[in-house]
């Protein structure tokens, strides 16, 4: 019996668009974005920023390196929201009914501190309530300091959380991630990114 549903959080909660974050990291200057930007797990700066190891000042000194001008946080965040190509009302109206119905809703997300100071923002719904509104915990790899698909990043939530991977469900659009997930004895279900998933859902439920 699922107890507990870890999200997610770009591909499933949010609809990711790759491309428009190329699009504005390319307008500050980083004419390679399209190389260094990745769906799922980033690398170089991108993705020490993402695992822990730098922080959003260093971010902003080395990407200022590469750009050959230095640039701002409130730029910065606005490149990583591209990612964000829209915020589905009925996503977030699931997510009020999951839990209303007594499930206990996990965040784990490779993310990042332009994207969470957004997320975690008013702005974040449209309805003046940030992302911490619709999750009864929140894992972020930038601050437990490892990313999907490493096991440590699950094992840490299901540890922390105190929960039994057979009464868990994990919804992540990352292949990858999904399969290691599985190896660890939770139950998984992987939706299309921008997929409708409310209503799919609930077969992995019962």
Known sequence: MIKNIIFDFGGVVICLDQ????RRFEALGLEDAATRLDPYTQQGIFGELEEGKITADDFMTELGKLVGHPVSFEACRHAWVGYCGEV?????AALR??????????????TNPFM???AESDDFDGEGHGLAHYFDAMYKSYQVGVMKPDEQFFNHVLSSENINPSET??????????????QLGINTF????????????YEYLT
């Open 19 to 22: 491309s428009q974050a190329i």
């Open 88 to 92: 589905p009302k009925r996503n977030l």
């Open 97 to 110: 009914e999951l839990r209303r119905q007594g499930y206990r809703l996990i965040l784990l997300s490779n």
């Open 116 to 118: 969470m100071d957004w």
């Open 169 to 182: 469900l994990f919804v992540d659009d990352g292949k990858r991630n999904v399969m290691v997930a599985s």
């Open 190 to 201: 992987c939706p299309v990114n921008g997929a409708d998933w409310t209503q799919e859902i």
